[in-house]
T-cell receptor, first 115, second 113 residues
Framework: NAGVTQTPKFQVLKTGQSMTLQCAQD?????MYWYRQDPGMGLRLIYY???????DKGEVPNGYNVSRLNKREFSLRLESAAPSQTSVYFC??????????????FGQGTRLTVV | GNSVTQMEGPVTLSEEAFLTINCTYT??????LFWYVQYPGEGLQLLLK?????DKGSNKGFEATYRKETTSFHLEKGSVQVSDSAVYFC????????????FGSGTRLLVRP
């Protein structure tokens, strides 16, 4: 059971470089999310996609873009990486966006370091 | 606004000790409440949830009761094991039809043999 799969697991970038984090889910979920996890701050929502073809900003969207390629895939792009974007990034999915008590399923995370 | 406050860690316990991790919240409407667990090197997994006041969520020996009067959702386990060592996140979905899953800062639990 794959669930939510993220690639890569680790990445080191130089300031100013760009990269795309990939995420795919095989649970036929409608909604997908990108979070970042920083020490002492829990997880913060970067962008989300309520359904295929839609994307919206979350709490900390600056410096990022996203693409909902199809129902399965949701990618996160850093156009010009900055040291402040050093973090662990998690992709998640859930069946429905606005349903009370909906469980979110998380990938294993991507540890990104920007030097 | 909506927020979740957890006790700071790390929490270090001996095996078979009683565990409490405190969680309080502020939220609009009647939120749903969750505990997620993150084992080393892994993503978050749902541990338990409660969707209305006085509900008790339970799983793997862990329990938490939705207390509206004290806006709390404390996590408890009667006898912890070494395998319970992980980071525990309290979270909520606000009751205003918001899409947001709002997390606390996490509490690291270390259980020693």
């Amino acid at each position: 059971n794959a669930g939510v799969t993220q690639t890569p697991k680790f990445q080191v970038l130089k300031t100013g470089q760009s990269m795309t984090l990939q995420c795919a889910q095989d649970m036929n979920h409608n909604s997908m999310y990108w979070y970042r996890q920083d020490p002492g701050m829990g997880l913060r929502l970067i962008y989300y996609s309520a359904s295929e073809g839609t994307t919206d900003k979350g709490e900390v969207p600056n410096g990022y873009n996203v693409s909902r390629l199809n129902k399965r895939e949701f990618s996160l792009r850093l156009e010009s990486a900055a040291p402040s974007q050093t973090s662990v990034y998690f992709c998640a999915s859930s069946e429905l966006l606005h349903q009370m008590g909906t469980e979110a399923f998380f990938g294993q995370g991507t540890r990104l370091t920007v030097v | 606004g909506n927020s979740v406050t957890q006790m700071e860690g790390p929490v270090t316990l001996s095996e078979e000790a009683f565990l409490t991790i405190n969680c309080t919240y502020t939220a609009t409407g009647y939120p749903s409440l969750f505990w997620y667990v993150q084992y080393p090197g892994e993503g978050l997994q749902l541990l338990l949830k409660a969707t209305k006041a006085d509900d008790k969520g339970s799983n793997k020996g862990f329990e938490a009761t939705y207390r509206k009067e004290t806006t709390s959702f404390h996590l408890e386990k009667g006898s912890v094991q070494v395998s319970d060592s992980a980071v525990y996140f309290c979270a909520l979905i606000p009751g205003d039809s918001s899409y947001k899953l709002i997390f606390g800062s996490g509490t690291r639990l270390l259980v020693r043999p």
